[in-house]
C-alpha cells in the first residue's frame, strides 16, 4: 500500500468550503457540547446546515455529525449519548428508531486491496423502529430493515433483516423481533 499516492479521487464532502468552515468552527462545536443540552436547539442547528429533522426528535450530548447536509432523520427519532455520526455519505435514520449511547455510523472505507488505499463510501439506511444498542457499529452501505435490533457491541457490516434481533461481530440473527401489545 503506497499511502503517498492516496487521494481523495472524485470525493466531495457535498458542501462549499464556506459551509464546511461554519460547521467545523461554529456548527459542531456548539451541538456537540455537553452544556447544551436542548434537543430543540441541536434541532435547529442542524437544520441550519442542511439536514432533514423531523418532529419530536431528541438528541443527548455529546453526539457527533460530520456532514449534516447528508443526514436525514425522522420523526421522534433518539440519538444517545456520544453517538459519532459518521457522514461521509448519506445516512437516513427513519421514525420511532433509537440509537443509543456511543453508536458509531460509519459510511467510509478504503479499499485495502487498491494498492492506492481508494477511499469507498456508501450510504447507511436505518428503517422505521429499529433498536441500535449502546456501542454497536454499523458499516457503509448497510441497510438496517424495519423493526431489527442491533444488541450491545454488536458489528453489522451487511444489511441486517426487519423484525430480526442481532447480536455479535459480526452480527448473526438471534431470533425474531415480536412486540407484544
Not at 459542531?28 to 442542511?50: G, H, N, V
Not at 439536514?51 to 431528541?58: D, L, N, S, T, Y
Not at 460530520?66 to 427519532?77: A, Q, S, T
Request: charge should be positive.
Amino acid at each position: 500500500m503506497r499511502l503517498d499516492k492516496y487521494t481523495v479521487g472524485g470525493y466531495s464532502p457535498g458542501s462549499g468550503l464556506w459551509k464546511q468552515i461554519l460547521w467545523y468552527y461554529l456548527g459542531s462545536p456548539l451541538f456537540s457540547s455537553y452544556l447544551i443540552t436542548s434537543s430543540r436547539f441541536k434541532c435547529w442547528i442542524l437544520r441550519c446546515f442542511s439536514a432533514q429533522v423531523g418532529e419530536g426528535v431528541r438528541i443527548k450530548t455529546g453526539v457527533r455529525v460530520k456532514f449534516p447536509w447528508r443526514l436525514i432523520i425522522g420523526d421522534f427519532v433518539w440519538l444517545g449519548e456520544n453517538c459519532w455520526i459518521d457522514n461521509v455519505a448519506m445516512i437516513t435514520i427513519k421514525n420511532h428508531s433509537c440509537l443509543s449511547q456511543n453508536v458509531y455510523l460509519c459510511t467510509g472505507n478504503h479499499d485495502w486491496s487498491d494498492p492506492n488505499f481508494r477511499l469507498k463510501d456508501a450510504p447507511i439506511l436505518i428503517e422505521e423502529g429499529c433498536w441500535i444498542a449502546a456501542r454497536a457499529v454499523v458499516g457503509p452501505g448497510v441497510t438496517i430493515g424495519k423493526g431489527a435490533v442491533l444488541g450491545l457491541g454488536a458489528v453489522a457490516g451487511r444489511s441486517l433483516d426487519p423484525m430480526t434481533i442481532y447480536a455479535g461481530n459480526p452480527a448473526q440473527a438471534i431470533k425474531p423481533r415480536v412486540i407484544s401489545e
